[in-house]
Nanobody, 116 residues
Framework: QVQLTESGGGLVQPGGSLRLSCEAS????????RGWYRQVPGKQRELVAT???????QYADSVKGRFILSRDNAKMTLYLQMNSLKPEDTAMYYC??????????WGQGTQVTVSS
């Protein structure tokens, strides 16, 4: 059983910063990728940033230059540093982890609200 626990969301003013964390626990073997997605009510979940097992990172165009994805393999934790936040970044942010043969696991989500 794999569990993903997200933290770090909250309310921030436009231009501010937040750092999301996602800690993975349980029996985890053969990680092929990890990442962050976000979703607003009435819209599809969209990719924010992902990292493959060998460290290749992909960002959505809307967050390039503002968000930084990183990981601490020893702590099994994935981070998303979000800078220069905009109101359109408001969403529920979900952490995901994929492994060989078992597919994708998802966290419960953490809300990010950017508002003055």
């Amino acid at each position: 059983q794999v569990q993903l626990t997200e933290s770090g969301g909250g309310l921030v003013q436009p231009g501010g910063s937040l750092r999301l964390s996602c800690e993975a626990s349980g029996s985890i073997f053969g990680i092929t990728g990890r990442g962050w997605y976000r979703q607003v009510p009435g819209k599809q979940r969209e990719l924010v940033a992902t990292i493959t097992g060998d460290g290749s990172i992909q960002y959505a165009d809307s967050v390039k230059g503002r968000f930084i994805l990183s990981r601490d393999n020893a702590k099994m934790t994935l981070y998303l540093q979000m800078n220069s936040l905009k109101p359109e970044d408001t969403a529920m942010y979900y952490c995901t982890l994929t492994t060989l043969g078992t597919g994708a696991y998802w966290g419960q989500g953490t809300q990010v609200t950017v508002s003055s």
